[in-house]
């Protein structure tokens, strides 16, 4: 059953004052396991090639805004993602400085394997903003140094080469899309061209000057045509009262019956019509015209002559019949030029239909045209910024990486060294028997304490009768742990011995 906690650790010793000789070999096993682990391990040694990145030299502020530098977001990153490529390993992996004379033909199955060690000895790490370090571990330290020198020269040269790579590509793909688009604006202005050639209906603000035109005319023209039929009508009615012959004698004047009859006519329409009526209009000047002949015809003394038994043609009745004809003639001619009107009239809202279908089509070519013009602007530019980025690259400038540290000669390895296995292994060989203790009594179902009893199960104990051992007893585990603490010091002295003898060299 479960210890409590504050008497565990009495129990611990105990258990393991008990077993003396049992925690005698654990000590002794786990110290010379370790230590041979010490012995055992494989030491991997490092080397490192520091990459100073330069991005801040003179020219970049004098070509702001005229030319684009080549930069690296997370420059560790794709550093150890370049050098972990397989063109670039192959190149590592086939060097004969490194591995042999044979390294060059080295194919297949054999090849993978090499260069899948390689790979897992690389490493990448920053070390600020404008440094990080090509790390090459391995088990031989003159392998480790050569594979990381040429790992930084490599990684200079491939750099290089991708960058100006880059800028080229990058400066070809632009000039390719000026060249598409030129074509394309072309195109555009021919097909522009075309549609105004094949479309000449003018434009919106014509056509609708022109209708407007049009329309005013036909409004004249009906006015024009409502005075024309309201002075035949007035004539018509006139024609009515007037005989077309007189007989000569007769002692009425003539000239005073039209005028009355005029009047009276005059009279009747001014009951319903203003003044500005065109019918009242015509009645008053045929009434002052017939006034001027009457006085005309008295001062002749005309009027005042009688002819007896003899019809003559009536002089009004003449003049109202060649009046009418004019009105006639007028509204036929008015009606001409009003149906001729409407007819243009027609003509322009066809014109007008065409020009609206033209004008979608029209703004349709010129906002395509419109928009590859501001791309191919904006590619010329763009064009000019990568050539003058790719003469950056090609000369030097913009990002370049130099060799700040070059790789050194491992004199020590890295990782756990023997000093840290050999004090690890005391460390450990003490510890290992009370915490085997410490598991044991953790699974041990016995009752050894009272309060477990009393607690647990709520049975009151009485006493406890405690562990009674005699002298002879006393004198024999005297001497078992005198024996196991000289053993322990003779063991701890042998391991010191070794462990001193492997750091110093001589095994």
């Known amino acids: 059953m479960a210890l409590p906690a504050s008497q ?12 003396k000789w049992i925690a005698l070999l654990v000590f002794v096993a786990v110290c ?30 004098l070509m702001a805004g005229s030319a684009v530098t080549t930069t690296i977001s997370d420059r560790a990153s794709e550093a150890e993602q370049l050098l972990i490529s397989r063109d670039l390993l192959s190149k590592v992996g086939k060097d004969t400085s490194i591995f042999g004379a044979d390294a060059d033909s080295l194919e297949g199955h054999a090849l ?8 897992s000895g690389i490493r990448v790490v920053a070390l600020g903003r404008s440094y990080f370090g090509i790390r090459y571990t391995a088990h031989d330290p003159e392998k480790a ?73 036909i409004e004249l023209a009906k006015l024009d045509l409502q005075e024309a039929q309201s002075e035949r009508s007035a004539l018509q009615q006139q024609l009515v ?42 009645l008053k000047q045929q009434i002052i015209e017939l006034k001027k002949q009457h006085a005309a015809a008295i001062k002749d003394k005309s009027a005042d002559q009688v002819t007896q038994g003899q019809e003559v043609i009536n002089p009004l009745y003449q003049s109202i019949k060649s009046q009418l004809a004019t009105a006639a003639a007028k509204i036929d001619s008015t009606k001409t030029r009003l149906n001729a009107l409407n007819g243009m009239l027609d003509q322009e809202k066809v014109r007008m239909k065409r020009i609206q279908a033209n004008k979608a089509r029209y703004a349709e070519l010129t906002r ?11 590619l010329l530019r763009k064009r000019e910024t990568a050539r003058v980025s790719m003469r950056l690259d090609f000369d030097g400038q913009g990002l370049s990486y130099h ?3 070059s790789a050194q000669y491992p004199l020590a390895p890295v990782g756990p060294k023997f000093p840290y296995f050999a004090a690890a292994g005391l460390l450990l060989g003490l510890c290992a028997p009370f915490g085997l203790a410490a598991g044991l009594l953790r699974i041990d179902p016995r009752v050894r304490s009272r309060e477990v009893i009393e607690d647990d199960l709520g049975v009151p104990v009485l006493t406890v009768i405690p562990e009674v051992r005699t002298p ?7 001497r078992r742990t005198l024996i196991i603490g000289l053993i322990a010091m003779l063991v701890v002295a042998g391991y010191s011995a070794i462990a001193l003898l492997h750091i110093m060299g001589v095994f």
């Open 112 to 119: 993978e394997q090499r260069l899948d060690g390689i790979r």
């Open 32 to 61: 010379l396991a370790v230590l041979a682990t010490g012995f055992l391990w494989h030491y991997k040694y490092q080397s490192q090639v520091v990459i100073f990145v330069d991005d801040s030299n003179i020219i970049k502020p």
């Open 403 to 405: 060799i700040q540290e």
């Open 8 to 19: 565990l650790p009495f129990e611990i010793i105990r258990e393991v004052r008990q077993r």
């Open 145 to 217: 140094f050569l594979v990381a020198q040429k790992l930084g020269q490599l990684f200079i040269e491939e750099s290089e080469r991708r960058k100006k790579q880059e800028s080229r590509s990058a400066y070809d793909f632009i000039d390719k899309q000026v060249k598409a688009y030129e074509q394309q604006l072309q195109q555009s202005e021919e097909n522009l061209k075309d549609f105004l050639a094949q479309n000449t209906d003018g434009t919106e603000s014509e056509a609708d000057r022109k209708i407007a035109e049009i329309r005013g005319k």
């Open 368 to 378: 395509g045209m419109q928009v590859n013009k501001e791309i191919y602007d904006n």
């Open 241 to 282: 009262g007037v005989r077309d012959t007189v007989t000569q004698g007769q002692t009425e004047d003539v000239f005073q019956t039209r005028i009355n009859n005029l009047q009276q006519q005059l009279d009747n329409l001014r009951l319903k019509y203003k003044d500005s009526y065109p019918d009242i209009i015509n």
């Open 472 to 478: 002879f007893e006393h004198r024999q585990d005297r």
